[in-house]
T-cell receptor
Framework: RKEVEQDPGPFNVPEGATVAFNCTYS??????FFWYRQDCRKEPKLLMS???SGNEDGRFTAQLNRASQYISLLIRDSKLSDSATYLC???????????FGKGTTLSVSS | NAGVTQTPKFRVLKTGQSMTLLCAQD?????MYWYRQDPGMGLRLIHY???????AKGEVPDGYNVSRLKKQNFLLGLESAAPSQTSVYFC?????????????FGPGTRLTVL
């Protein structure tokens, strides 16, 4: 099983749609979870951290299910500017580095 | 603050040539990382450093060397470039206890090895 697995997509949705991305991780001892966003030909940037209780930032909601080793990202009311690749990220076993999923590509159209 | 900067932005090498990629950060971060990103492969960790004078291997270290002589700089060296090293290279830094802190990325270096 790969350490961090994501559905690569692409997800093609119209403006205003709600879209959800899922991610699974293999290390049950992982403590830190993030979603990063990467625009085409740009560097990744932190979108949000993922907490056990779930967290929301505007139109974005992240959830963590430790028992199933599953992380999700929900985007409501999609905007054209949400088009990007979304990277699921967890910490490595030693806690010294991050492991990135391959990313899920979202394309929002008008 | 410039954040994380990378030099050069683009480079074309011939097989067997050597080069050094420079990463600099002005945020006084302890942790620094070098990744490569290839289509369909995602970001893969090459080497990282948890402080000045220290380095460690990541997932794909073969063919690369690194040095962290100054806290603000992290150098990635290719001694004898191969076409398989054609990639986009990203440097990143984090404050400390990297697993719990945001990583800040540089803009990337696009390297082509012919």
């Amino acid at each position: 099983r790969k350490e961090v697995e994501q559905d690569p997509g692409p997800f093609n949705v119209p403006e205003g749609a709600t879209v959800a991305f899922n991610c699974t991780y293999s290390n049950s001892a992982s403590q830190s979870f993030f979603w990063y966003r990467q625009d085409c030909r740009k560097e990744p940037k932190l979108l949000m951290s993922v907490y056990s209780s779930g967290n929301e930032d505007g139109r974005f909601t992240a959830q963590l299910n430790r028992a199933s080793q599953y992380i999700s990202l929900l985007i409501r009311d999609s905007k054209l500017s949400d088009s990007a690749t979304y990277l699921c990220v967890v910490n490595n076993q030693a806690g010294t580095a991050l492991i990135f999923g391959k990313g899920t590509t979202l394309s929002v159209s008008s | 603050n410039a954040g994380v900067t990378q030099t050069p932005k683009f480079r074309v090498l011939k097989t067997g040539q050597s080069m050094t990629l420079l990463c600099a950060q002005d945020m006084n971060h302890e942790y620094m990382y070098w990744y490569r990103q290839d289509p369909g492969m995602g970001l893969r960790l090459i080497h990282y450093s948890v402080g000045e004078g220290t380095t460690a291997k990541g997932e794909v270290p073969d063919g690369y060397n690194v040095s962290r002589l100054k806290k603000q700089n992290f150098l990635l060296g290719l001694e004898s470039a191969a076409p398989s090293q054609t990639s986009v290279y990203f440097c990143a830094s984090a404050k400390d206890g990297a697993a719990y802190n945001e990583q800040f990325f540089g803009p990337g270096t696009r390297l082509t090895v012919l």
